[in-house]
T-cell receptor, first 113, second 114 residues
Framework: DTAVSQTPKYLVTQMGNDKSIKCEQN?????MYWYKQDSKKFLKIMFS???????INETVPNRFSPKSPDKAHLNLHINSLELGDSAVYFC????????????FGSGTRLTVV | AQSVTQLGSHVSVSEGALVLLRCNYS??????LFWYVQYPNQGLQLLLK??????LVKGINGFEAEFKKSETSFHLTKPSAHMSDAAEYFC????????????FGIGTKLQVIP
């Protein structure tokens, strides 16, 4: 049973489209995250939610909007996709205290053409 | 603010040789330190972590790391490399206390030569 699951695994779309990535965790964790990994493997945090409340919001374009309907789910919606949005997006979760470390999903590879 | 520097984006070792992946951190408060491993087309997996207490921490797959405050380092080692260790390794740091973000290094790709 996958602990942190993301869908879809691959997403190819045209510039200007709107797309969503879903994330679900069955670990009972309180905190969830979205990270972006670029082509050079650099990982950058985008958002973090704790019990459905936004606690970290990095400098990310307004086109990116996270939504957490409950503490087990964190979705990422992207409007007006651009070529530069092509990357691997990782969802992660933690019990709420970051000293435990994160559990990552397997990633969503987004390609904008 | 915290930051992490991983020395060497690529490291090659022979199978059976010592693995040493270097990580230096910067933090204005006591840090939490982590090493993650990423296999191709997979998410990151926690290898080990340092929060408080013993400075030598042991992780999965025979890896260990030592927190050296005086050197601001948290290098990852394994006595004998195995072919299955070939992967990307990420060092990460966060500040202790509160909801503070974890900052990752740029990663070190480990190649194991048979």
């Amino acid at each position: 049973d996958t602990a942190v699951s993301q869908t879809p695994k691959y997403l190819v779309t045209q510039m200007g489209n709107d797309k969503s990535i879903k994330c679900e965790q069955n670990l009972g964790h309180d905190t969830m995250y979205w990270y972006k990994q670029d082509s050079k493997k650099f990982l950058k945090i985008m958002f973090s939610y704790n019990n459905k409340e936004l606690i970290i919001n990095e400098t990310v374009p307004n086109r990116f909007s996270p939504k957490s309907p409950d503490k087990a789910h964190l979705n990422l919606h992207i409007n007006s996709l651009e070529l530069g949005d092509s990357a691997v997006y990782f969802c992660a979760s933690s019990p709420g205290q970051k000293s435990y470390g994160y559990t990552f999903g397997s990633g969503t590879r987004l390609t904008v053409v | 603010a915290q930051s992490v520097t991983q020395l060497g984006s690529h490291v090659s070792v022979s199978e059976g040789a010592l693995v040493l992946l270097r990580c230096n951190y910067s933090s204005s408060v006591p840090p939490y330190l982590f090493w993650y491993v990423q296999y191709p087309n997979q998410g990151l997996q926690l290898l080990l972590k340092y929060t408080t207490g013993a400075t030598l921490v042991k992780g999965i797959n025979g890896f260990e790391a030592e927190f050296k405050k005086s050197e601001t380092s948290f290098h990852l080692t394994k006595p004998s490399a195995h072919m299955s260790d070939a992967a990307e390794y990420f060092c990460a740091v966060s500040a202790s206390g509160g909801y503070q973000k974890v900052t990752f290094g740029i990663g070190t790709k480990l190649q194991v030569i048979p």
